[in-house]
């Protein structure tokens, strides 16, 4: 059974950074779509994909995330990471990590990933 739990949110200032984490457990990449991803809702707004991992190693990024938040994946430890810089206040959110199997042109697509982690908070404040 797939198991994907997240960590590392909390408050931080506008401009401030966090790094959240997702221990995975009974998954493993068995087909070249595989991929892992980090997704976000705030709240009356639908969950959209911020960045994503495929089994490659290839990364990809929203928009309006590229240049300031890194996504990483430690193989030997089942974990993925989220490294968020630079935060700002509309970006207060539930960050939920996924898994699934996705074409590279639809790694931030949500229908996508069949696995979801219960979310962690992260607020920013101005």
């Known amino acids: 059974q797939v198991q994907l739990v997240e960590s590392g949110g909390g408050s931080v200032q506008s401009g401030g950074s966090l790094r959240l984490s997702c221990a995975a457990s009974?998954?493993?990449?068995?087909?070249?779509?595989?991929?892992m991803g980090w997704f976000r809702q705030a709240p009356g707004k639908e969950r959209a994909g911020g960045a994503s991992?495929?089994?490659?190693?290839?990364?990809t990024y929203a928009d309006s995330v590229k240049g300031r938040f890194i996504i990483s994946q430690d193989n030997a430890k089942n974990t993925l990471y989220l490294q968020m810089n630079s935060l700002k206040p509309e970006e207060t959110a539930m960050y939920y990590c996924?898994?699934?199997?996705?074409?590279?042109?639809?790694?931030?697509?949500?229908?996508?990933?069949?696995?979801w982690g219960e979310g962690t908070q992260v607020t920013v404040s101005s």
């Open positions: 996924a898994a699934g199997w996705a074409p590279k042109w639809g790694l931030l697509l949500r229908s996508y990933f069949s696995y």
């Open positions: 009974g998954y493993t990449y068995s087909s070249r779509r595989h991929c």
């Open positions: 991992v495929a089994i490659d190693g290839s990364t």
